[in-house]
């Protein structure tokens, strides 16, 4: 089975641009959640969704909005760039809630310039 | 949000068991202790999880405190691909539960 996948693996952006990231669950897994790990940082927590719900919204601005799709994918859009959203994008899937354990992508790497 | 505290770093001979610890002092009833692990250029990975006895799987073991206020991550026998953040977290159950990364503790593994 295949994992948890991202794409795409690496981006670079200017300031003030807009970006799509995008995630594919584990088959059958219909919980994703997003994070942005900083260099240095643990990840932290942006959205999670479940069954194309939004079950959960981090401290980050109305900038950053998600969406999951009837196959259980989502997309992660930033509008409006700013270069301390240069970060790692990392997707977690799960098959129910975050109880369950969660699957990590390789992550997206942007960079804001 | 749950906090865990947990040393910043750690190191550790190849071939000797490796006990990490974190402290959860504000654990409730129903929080779950969830480890996983970053290793260079990779997402996150989960480790281990339990919520009051001690856990075993092919990866760790899991020790917890009779109060639930500490936990310790045990590798029986570290080894060179075993260098890599971990991370200790501590779950609520909830519709918005979601996973509080702490900044983890970094494992260096000598060969």
């Known amino acids: 089975d295949a994992g948890v996948t991202q794409s795409p693996t690496h981006l670079i952006k200017t300031r003030g641009q807009q970006v799509t990231l995008r995630c594919s669950p584990i088959?059958?897994?219909?919980?994703v959640s997003w994070y942005q790990q900083v260099l240095g940082q643990g990840p932290q927590f942006i959205f999670q969704y479940y069954e194309k719900e939004e079950r959960g919204r981090g401290n980050f601005p109305d900038r950053f909005s998600a969406r999951q799709f009837p196959n259980y994918s989502s997309e992660l859009n930033v509008n409006a760039l700013l270069l301390g959203d240069s970060a790692l994008y990392l997707c977690a899937s799960s098959s129910a809630s975050v109880q369950e354990t969660q699957y990590f992508g390789p992550g997206t790497r942007l960079l804001v310039l | 949000d749950a906090k865990t505290t947990q040393p910043n770093s750690m190191e550790s001979n190849e071939e000797e068991p490796v006990h990490l610890p974190c402290n959860h002092s504000?654990?409730?009833?129903?929080?779950?202790i969830h480890w996983y692990r970053q290793l260079p250029s990779q997402g996150p990975e989960y480790v281990i999880h339990g919520l009051t006895s001690n856990v075993n799987n092919r990866m760790a073991s899991l020790a917890i405190a009779e109060d639930r206020k500490s936990s310790t991550l045990i590798l029986h026998r570290a080894t060179l691909r075993d260098a890599a953040v971990y991370y200790c977290i501590q779950t609520h159950t909830g519709a918005n539960s979601k996973l509080t990364f702490g900044k983890g503790i970094t494992l260096s593994v000598r060969p």
């Open positions: 088959s059958g897994h219909k919980s």
């Open positions: 504000t654990i409730s009833g129903t929080d779950y």
